[in-house]
């Protein structure tokens, strides 16, 4: 009942709190408005009657003095007759009523102590002199209403004590007492009238005034709190979506609205929370390692999907006997640690499975602790690394493995820091083609077994290459070495590392220009018959001249200055033509080392013509020059190029001879066209006959060793096979087609331009 009092609503209480006094004062109000105007109405009345008995004592007066009694009797009479007037009484000095609107109480006698003569009386002797307030007095009818009365005293005057009325004595102060009494009957219904009024109006008024407090209270503070109050208890209940709308912009409104974002900012952390709680409820049980969690009697309290799937635990079970179908705890235990330090532990274990096997798997435990920071219970995780110890196994037998394969490579390898290019390790095959131990070598660069003045652009271009062909290096005992080196990026005991595989290609080389030198022999022998033209020529102009100089010494004649100078001048000149036709045979059929170099291709093209000419002159072909000028330069063997062109040209003269063989006879027009361009990245060279032409089967193969169309003895079927090998050493491309316009051969050869590098040149050999 208490509590229902307490959470009385807030009408009740504003009615209360508020309507209760206010009715107070208004009752206090009417309360001395009710006495204010009842003392202002007996006032009004007092005096009014006041008045009447002065007019009354006025009007008899006359009368008195003539001692017309009938004259008293009939003006009493008439006034007596007023409504309100009760009665008038004339008191003489004994108490005795004189006179009397009321017949039967005339002559009656009254004592002196009755109500209105004890006004006068209480004192001995008797008042003379009395104010207004002590001559009034109020009191009851028989009937219960109200009398007002007011007795005023009748003074002897002097004119009532003369000779001439001598009917007082003029000792006598007091003649009588005038008594007029009027009915209050009706002021006193008109002041009950008005205090009921009143009394109403104040009634009406407060409930008025609370009807007024109950509806704005109702409307305005009621109903929006039991909005406010249901938000709330939906808010509390978890229901979010619906949020209070009191469609008011007042405090209330403003409260609502605070409400409205409370709720909101409840859902959103509550959605957080939901969140957090399923993702690590997730975490806990999609984790993809073992967690359990564990009271201090090591019982099972929680565990994850992925430790049921390892293992088999079983309601109320412990972990030692989950782990390991124990009976007793383990005698390391590491969650016994936990609850005993509150530290984490960590280790590595092994147990029987649930599907009967090894297991191993490696733990950490950690300890839950409560509010007051005591280890209730203790979480442990493991991670399964069964797979990791077969692939360990595996990984060990692998490594010893490729360990032999890595040591058995029949090519050195190495692995180099990759930016120090410090030896790392290599392989036994080390020992055999560069005579070095693998303890002489280890930390030491791999920048050591190139030359000198190489080894700067050696270093960088191992950064930036790939692969490296036909480098020189040399040995422990100093010998040059040529090898082709590849490099990949790998990692090595996680390091960045350079893996470098390096071929002893020196015997290859040796042997290729072995073959090189006698392709050139070869050359040189099918052109023999050419060069003994060229050399015959200058030979017969040294004759001549050397001739005629003699016979005119034996016939001692004189010989002119001029002439003599002149024939000495033709002989000179062709000494020195024989002499440069004889050193190029020379130098070409010499045995060289490669040296590549920036060359221009139309100058190793006029080369290899000019000892080829004289051949092409007497067979009648003509040679047609279509040569760019200022042709950028290409990275190359000047003496490997040029033998290049002289292969080519002497295939172009084969098929033109072929063709003349085919057909019986010899046709016009017998040419080879040399043809140099430049592209966007690339010189062009083409060398263009007109002899037999080239079918799809040959195009194929001619490129292929020893592969031959001419007759037994009169090809080799090396120089393609070389000239394709050379052509390739410069990064370059030949290609081998159907001339459409002279119905020949054309031979493409494509070179790239030349690089130049911290001012030396060099050859792209797969560099960047």
């Given at each position: 009942m208490g509590k229902a009092i307490l959470r009385m609503n807030i009408v009740s209480k504003l009615i209360i709190f508020i309507g209760f006094p206010l009715l107070l004062i208004i009752a206090a109000w009417a309360y001395f408005n009710i006495n204010f105007q009842n003392q202002k109405l007996m006032k009004h009345i007092i005096t009014d009657t006041n008045r009447l008995t002065e007019t009354i004592r006025l009007g008899t007066h006359y009368a008195m003095t003539l001692n017309s009694r009938d004259d008293i009797t009939q003006i009493i009479q008439n006034i007596g007759k007023q409504q309100a007037i009760e009665k008038i009484h004339i008191y003489n000095k004994a108490g005795e009523i004189t006179f009397s609107n009321i017949p039967m109480e005339k002559h009656k006698q009254t004592l002196i102590k009755d109500e209105a003569c004890d006004i006068c009386h209480r004192t001995d002797p008797p008042l003379i002199h009395l104010d207004l307030e002590q001559r009034i007095r109020i009191f009851r009818s028989t009937e219960g209403y109200r009398l007002l009365g007011i007795i005023t005293p009748i003074y002897n005057e002097p004119g009532c004590s003369t000779e001439s009325c001598h009917f007082h004595p003029p000792n006598k102060k007091i003649l009588g007492a005038l008594d007029v009494v009027v009915s209050l009957e009706i002021p006193d219904k008109a002041i009950k009238n008005a205090k009921n009024g009143i009394i109403s109006l104040a009634i009406m008024g407060f409930l008025v005034m609370s009807i007024i407090i109950f509806l704005f209270v109702h409307r305005f503070i009621h109903v929006p709190i039991q909005k406010l109050i249901q938000g709330t208890v939906r808010i509390a209940g978890g229901e979010f979506e619906n949020e209070v709308d009191l469609g008011q912009k007042d405090e209330l409104g403003q409260l609502a609205e605070a409400i409205n974002s409370m709720g909101r900012q409840i859902r959103i952390h509550q959605n957080e929370l939901h969140a957090q709680r399923d993702e690590y409820r997730t975490l806990f049980d999609d984790a993809p390692c073992m967690i359990s969690v564990q009271d201090r009697n090591f019982k099972l309290l929680r565990y994850n999907r992925q430790f049921l799937e390892s293992f088999d635990p079983q309601p109320g079970s412990h972990c030692f006997q989950a782990y390991k179908g124990r009976d007793l705890k383990c005698d390391n235990c590491p969650v016994e640690k936990t609850f005993q330090d509150g530290k984490s532990h960590s280790g590595e274990e092994s147990?029987?499975?649930?599907?009967?096997?090894?297991?191993?798997?490696?733990?950490?435990?950690?300890?839950?602790?409560?509010?007051?920071?005591?280890?209730?219970?203790?979480?442990?995780?493991?991670?399964?690394?069964?797979?990791?110890?077969?692939?360990?196994?595996?990984?060990?037998?692998?490594?010893?493995?490729?360990?032999?394969?890595?040591?058995?490579?029949?090519?050195p390898v190495f692995v180099l820091d990759k930016d120090s290019l410090d030896l790392i390790d290599c392989n036994q095959s080390v020992e055999s083609v560069y005579g070095f131990q693998k303890e002489e070598i280890l930390g030491r660069s791999l920048t050591d077994f190139f030359m000198e003045e190489e080894k700067d652009q050696m270093k960088r271009l191992i950064k930036t290459s790939s692969i490296l062909n036909q480098v020189r290096q040399k040995n422990k005992e100093g010998k040059t070495l040529f090898v082709d080196i590849w490099i990949s990026p790998s990692e090595f005991s996680d390091k960045k590392v350079l893996l470098v595989t390096t071929s002893d290609i020196t015997k290859r080389l040796e042997t290729e220009q072995d073959l090189i030198q006698a392709g050139k022999m070869a050359t040189l022998g099918e052109m023999s018959t050419g060069i003994a033209h060229e050399l015959n020529q200058p030979l017969s102009v040294i004759k001549t001249a050397s001739d005629f100089i003699l016979k005119k010494i034996r016939q001692e004649e004189k010989l002119e200055e001029e002439i003599h100078q002149k024939l000495l001048s033709k002989i000179n000149t062709n000494v020195d033509r024989a002499s440069k036709i004889i050193e190029h045979m020379r130098h070409f059929a010499r045995k060289s080392d490669i040296n590549f170099e920036p060359v221009n291709v139309n100058e190793i093209l006029k080369r290899a013509h000019d000892i080829f000419s004289q051949q092409l002159k007497v067979r009648g072909i003509e040679v047609v020059w279509q040569v760019m000028e200022n042709i950028p330069e290409v990275t190359a063997d000047p003496g490997r190029l040029e033998q290049v062109f002289i292969n080519l040209l002497v295939n172009a003269r084969d098929a033109i001879e072929e063709k003349n063989q085919k057909i019986g006879g010899k046709i016009d027009n017998e040419k080879i066209i040399l043809q140099t361009l430049a592209g966007k990245e690339h010189v062009i060279v083409k060398v263009i006959d007109t002899g037999i032409g080239i079918s799809d089967a040959i195009r194929e193969k001619i490129f292929e060793p020893f592969f031959t169309t001419k007759e037994v003895g009169k090809g080799t079927g090396i120089g393609l096979s070389i000239s394709y090998g050379i052509i390739k050493e410069c990064k370059g491309d030949i290609g081998v087609s159907m001339d459409t316009e002279t119905r020949g051969t054309c031979f493409t050869i494509r070179f790239p331009f030349s690089r130049k590098e911290n001012g030396l040149f060099r050859q792209d050999r797969g560099g960047p």
């Open positions: 147990g029987i499975g649930k599907d009967g096997t090894r297991h191993y798997w490696i733990f950490i435990t950690s300890p839950i602790k409560n509010a007051k920071g005591e280890v209730v219970s203790a979480i442990e995780m493991s991670l399964n690394i069964t797979q990791r110890k077969k692939l360990e196994k595996q990984l060990e037998a692998s490594e010893k493995k490729y360990q032999s394969i890595f040591n058995n490579i029949p090519n």
